[in-house]
C-alpha cells in the first residue's frame, strides 16, 4: 500500500495482513480501534475488527466490486449473493470515518459514516471476489471449468448446471421432469449459503424462472445417481454455455465472444416412466446484436387456418421465414391440449423450433408488451408459419 505523508514524504508498507493499533473508541464489544487492509478485487480495503471476526463496509465494498467487474456484469450477477449485514456502532463509524479521512484522503467518501451504515463479514467478502473472478473467466475467458461450479451437457445437446461438493456434482432436481419418486431417497436439501449463490447465478445463465432459484434451499441430487437415468452409451462432458443470459452483462458493452448455441432445453430423462423425444431447435441466426437494431427484423400478421396471428421475421436478411409463437398456435388451435402434447405430437411437421435472438426479443416484448424468455422452457419456442400451417391442417383432421 502507498501512504502519501506531506512531511515525510511517500513511503510504501506492505499492510495486507497487518492489523494496526489506534485510538480507542467506544466499540459497544468490538475489539478497540483495530483495523486493516486486505486486498480483495484488486485493491487494498480496509476492514476492522469486532471480537474475534473482521468486518469490511459495505460501501466501500461495493465501490470495489463496481471499478473491477461494473463494465462487465450488470447488478443480475451480483443479486445471486444475499450477504448478512451487520450496523456500524457509533465508535466503528468513527473508526471508519478515521481511516477514510486520515489514512486514505476521504477516497472511499467525502461524507461521514453513520450508525446507518452497514458492514459484512471479510470471508464473505474474500468468497465474493473469488466468486466475480470466476464468473468473469467462464464468461470472457472462455474457460470450459472452474473449481466452483459449472455446466454438464449430456450427449452433446443438453446442459444442467452443478456446483462442486468435495469430488461430487451436485445438480438441481428441478431440471428433470418427471422423477420425483426416482429421487426421492436420493436428493438432499442444498443450504449452503455460497453453493446457493453459484446455483442461483448458473440458473441465471440459463434464464430459467426466478422462482426457481430465489430460494434459501435448493433440492439436489449426486450427478452419478442421475446415471441410470440414462442409456449406458449416454455421454457427459464439463461444458459453458456459449450463449448466456444478456441480463448478465453490463449495458456499457463489455466485449465478449458473440453467442453461437442455443443454450439448454430441460433435460428431459430417457426412463422407462418418462421418455421425450429430443427436439430441433435453433436460435435464429444473428450478427453481434451491437450491429443490429430492432429495425432489422419485421413484424408482420399471417393467417393459419383461417386464425389470425402475430409473426416476427426470422433474419434481418430474408423475409420468407415467418416465426409464429408455439404457445399462442396450441391457445388458438389446440385448447383441449396441453403444449407438450402438441410439440411432441407433431413435431416431426414442425421440423424446426426456433428461440428468438436478443433483438428479436426486444423486438416482439416492445410489441407485444409482453416478456419472452430466450431458452428454457416450452413457452419460448417458435416455428415456421408454413409448417404451422401444416400443422393446423392435421389438427383440423384429427383431434390429440
Known amino acids: 500500500m502507498v501512504v502519501n505523508d506531506v512531511e515525510r514524504g511517500t513511503y510504501v508498507v506492505d499492510v495486507s495482513i497487518v492489523v494496526c493499533a489506534q485510538m480507542a473508541y467506544d466499540n459497544n464489544g468490538s475489539s478497540v480501534g483495530k483495523f486493516g487492509w486486505r486486498e480483495v478485487f ?212 463489455a466485449a465478449r465472444p458473440p453467442p453461437q448455441d442455443l443454450g439448454p432445453i430441460r433435460i428431459q430423462s430417457s426412463s422407462p416412466k418418462s421418455s421425450w423425444p429430443n427436439l430441433t431447435v435453433q436460435v435464429c441466426s444473428y450478427r453481434p446484436a451491437s450491429n443490429l437494431r430492432p429495425t432489422d427484423y419485421q413484424i408482420a400478421e399471417v393467417s393459419v387456418l383461417n386464425e389470425r396471428f402475430t409473426s416476427i421475421t426470422g433474419s434481418p436478411s430474408s423475409r420468407a421465414l415467418l416465426l409464429v409463437s408455439v404457445n399462442e398456435f396450441q391457445k388458438k388451435l389446440a385448447p383441449q391440449a396441453t403444449l407438450q402434447d402438441v410439440i411432441f405430437r407433431y413435431k416431426e411437421l414442425f421440423r424446426t423450433f426456433y428461440l428468438l435472438n436478443p433483438v428479436q426479443k426486444n423486438l416482439w416484448q416492445q410489441f407485444m408488451a409482453s416478456p419472452v424468455r430466450l431458452h428454457g422452457h416450452f413457452n419460448d419456442l417458435f416455428v415456421d408459419s408454413t409448417d404451422a400451417n401444416a400443422v393446423a391442417e392435421r389438427l383440423s383432421e384429427t383431434a390429440l
Open 42 to 253: 484488486d485493491m487494498q480495503v480496509p476492514f476492522i475488527k469486532r471480537d474475534d471476526k473482521d468486518y469490511m463496509l459495505i460501501n466501500i465494498v461495493e465501490q470495489a466490486v463496481g471499478k473491477k467487474f461494473g463494465a462487465h456484469f450488470s447488478n443480475e450477477v451480483a443479486a445471486c449473493v444475499k450477504f448478512p449485514k451487520f450496523n456500524l456502532t457509533a465508535g466503528e463509524a468513527a473508526l471508519f470515518n478515521e481511516i477514510n479521512v486520515e489514512h486514505c484522503d476521504s477516497m472511499f467518501s467525502k461524507t461521514p459514516y453513520t450508525t446507518a451504515d452497514s458492514m459484512v463479514e471479510l470471508d464473505d467478502v474474500q468468497a465474493l471476489d473469488a466468486f466475480l473472478k470466476v464468473c468473469y473467466r467462464m464468461v470472457f475467458e472462455n474457460h470450459k471449468t472452474n473449481e466452483l461450479f459449472g455446466f454438464v451437457r449430456v450427449n452433446g445437446e443438453n446442459s444442467v448446471p452443478f456446483v462442486w461438493s468435495g469430488s461430487r456434482k451436485l445438480v438441481p432436481v428441478i431440471y428433470f421432469d418427471g422423477e420425483a419418486e426416482f429421487f426421492e431417497d436420493r436428493s438432499v436439501l442444498l443450504t449452503d449459503r455460497w453453493k446457493m449463490v453459484y446455483l442461483r447465478f448458473c440458473c441465471k445463465v440459463h434464464d430459467i424462472r426466478p422462482s426457481h432459484y430465489n430460494v434459501a434451499a435448493m433440492k439436489v441430487v449426486d450427478l452419478e445417481d442421475v446415471y441410470p437415468l440414462f442409456p449406458a452409451d449416454t455421454k457427459f462432458e464439463d461444458y459453458w454455455p456459449e450463449q448466456i443470459n444478456e441480463a448478465l452483462l453490463s449495458a456499457k458493452g
